[in-house]
């Protein structure tokens, strides 16, 4: 019942950050692109405050996969990387936290990209 439960949450908040960004497509002239910066920022931002950290212990991957939690991982890595190896930290925390998540997209594109071909529109 437990893990019901956890995934009705993380459902629930993923789909609420979601339906934020369709929001702002359809009712505000904000591109995709600004869209897709705000949530990133946003999620740095709240993680720096230690907000997105409660939002996560809550909603677990809800609040992780979106491009809110890859903000909020960045914010992570760097705040670690920084207690860790002091200033250098602040350049290699972001390349390390995201490494995963970025190595994961790079390699699903290219697969897409080998198996399906584009259309001309």
Avoid: H, N, W
């Avoid at 789909?15 to 999620?43: H, K, N």
């Amino acid at each position: 019942m437990t893990l019901f439960f956890a995934i009705c949450k993380a459902f629930l908040v993923g789909g609420l950050l979601c339906v934020i960004a369709q929001i702002l497509i359809d009712e505000t002239a904000m591109t995709p692109a600004r869209i897709l910066t705000l949530y990133v920022v946003s999620g740095v931002a709240l993680g720096a405050l230690g907000v997105y950290e409660k939002l996560v212990d809550f909603a677990g991957r809800g609040a992780t996969v979106p491009l809110t939690g890859f903000g909020y991982a960045i914010a992570k890595g760097v705040k670690e990387a920084v207690a860790e190896s002091g200033f250098s930290g602040i350049f290699t925390g972001a390349l390390t936290a995201a490494a995963g998540g970025t190595c994961a997209a790079m390699l699903f594109s290219l697969a897409a990209a080998a198996l399906f071909s584009s259309k001309p529109k």
